[in-house]
């Protein structure tokens, strides 16, 4: 028995990954493949401090939470929809009823100060402040998650957080007035007895779909880089139905809550808001690492990574990719993107995304991009390919980074030192004479 658990154990690690399409039916090669997601997404979860991030994120959200819901409140006044509203959110955070009450006085005393025009443009600075600061770290975070080093331009930043910063509270307000517009019509419908375990199915179900939609949305349009829409339904789908499993085992464990008050008292409700809370970003990170896995299990085929290769083995396949770039750019085509490189070498697209994102820092070549945040980038060399050799490509590598550490020099000022100096020097000399657009070969 436990040679047999010790084989799955290395199978999991090692042998999975290299099972191939060919290798195995149709319907075992999906098992694996969603084993294999889920493997991943843990392992990243683990790796990538998920914990660390949901905890940047709560604090956040503590700051945010009461300028956010002040928009929210405002605009549901604007629709007279202010005590369904408050039914919602109270609703929302059934398992927190005292922090409901809370942080609905806080927005009251908000709009009543804004209202008579005290600090006014302090609390708006403080409101646009917290909410962008918010909004930024889930940028940044899924950034991080997707492996996106390029944020959001200047423009597109100020564009798309203002229209999160609008659009959300009126969809929250909208879609609030559609629920209430419904049960309204459910209770005025004739022999609504024997549709009543539909209907109410149905009621059930709306916040499952609403918090699965909500996910999918933040999955889709937060990383700064092209989300496809299939690879994140079940992930946001999965994420809306464990919020819901959140919210029911806090409803149902009043037993721990009260005992937790009665250690406590009123500050109890503070640290488990900010449990929920952390709970609730946790899920909504692994569910964006599952986004992850789902679109980019291939570049996992054999587990590569970039910090694995070794630095002569890096440099020829950075010189590859310069070199091919520097060919295309010569004979006028269009740039290569990532994926056309990785179908026009073999190596895997992660890898080449971090070659290619070196050769960038160390100014070999350049990216161009549209401001959009589907379009792909394409990649030209960044000077004259008469001047891009192979020599400068080594040595720029070579060279990146900074000389932190202060030695006393004179020590090496030896005819070996010399010698060792003069043969590298020699070395790059002989290289430079190759320039890039001559390596690669059709």
């Not at 022999?191 to 996910?215: H, K, Q, T």
């Not at 310069?322 to 895997?348: D, H, Q, V």
């Not at 390919?385 to 020590?411: F, N, P, Q």
């Amino acid at each position: 028995m436990k040679k047999r658990i010790q084989h799955i154990i290395d199978f999991l690690k090692v042998g999975i990954w290299h099972v191939r399409h060919d290798d195995v039916s149709p319907w075992l090669y999906f098992t694996y493949s969603i084993i294999k997601k889920v493997l991943l997404a843990i392992e990243r979860a683990t790796t990538k401090r998920m914990v660390a991030s949901a905890s940047a994120l709560t604090y956040s959200t503590l700051l945010a939470i009461v300028p956010i819901m002040a928009v929210v409140f405002a605009i549901a006044r604007g629709f007279g929809y202010n005590k369904y509203i408050e039914s919602w959110f109270r609703d929302a955070l059934a398992s927190q009823p005292q922090v409901a009450d809370v942080i609905i006085g806080f927005v009251n005393s908000y709009l009543v100060h804004t209202k008579s025009g005290v600090f006014l443009g302090i609390g708006l600075i403080f409101m646009l402040c917290t909410v962008i600061m918010l909004i930024n770290n889930i940028e940044q975070t899924f950034n991080y998650i997707w492996q996106v080093k390029k944020p959001r331009s200047v423009f597109r930043t100020i564009t798309d957080y203002m229209a999160m910063f609008l659009l959300v509270p009126i969809i929250i307000v909208v879609t609030s007035g559609i629920s209430i517009f419904v049960a309204t019509l459910l209770d005025n419908i004739e022999g609504y007895e024997l549709l009543a375990p539909l209907m109410r199915f149905l009621i059930d179900l709306m916040p499952y779909i609403f918090m699965s939609a909500v996910f999918i949305a933040l999955y889709l349009f937060m990383p700064n880089t092209k989300v496809k829409l299939g690879c994140v339904v079940v992930p946001g789908i999965l994420a809306g139905v464990a919020m819901q499993g959140l919210q029911f085992v806090y409803i149902h464990s009043q037993i721990w809550v009260s005992s937790y008050n009665a250690i406590y008292g009123s500050f109890a409700a503070l640290p488990l808001f900010m449990l929920w809370v952390q709970i609730s970003w946790t899920i909504c990170l692994f569910g964006a690492e599952l986004c992850y896995t789902n679109q980019n299990l291939e570049d996992f085929a054999f587990r590569a990574k970039t910090e694995d290769i070794s630095h002569r083995y890096r440099m020829m396949l950075s010189v590859m990719l310069a070199s091919l770039i520097c060919k295309r750019f010569e004979e006028g085509g269009k740039p290569y993107t990532a994926l056309e490189l990785k179908l026009k070498t073999g190596i895997p697209v992660r890898i080449v995304n971090d070659l290619l994102y070196e050769l960038i820092c160390v100014n070999i070549i350049t990216e161009i991009s549209c401001d959009e945040k589907g379009d792909e980038s394409r990649f030209q060399p960044a000077e004259s390919t008469t001047r891009l050799s192979v020599g400068t490509l080594l040595d720029r590598l070579e060279s990146k980074g900074k000389w932190a550490i202060e030695l006393d020099m004179h020590k090496l000022d030896s005819e070996n030192w010399r010698n060792v100096i003069r043969a590298r020097q020699d070395y790059l000399d002989t290289q430079r004479e190759v320039l890039l657009k001559d390596m690669y070969t059709n």
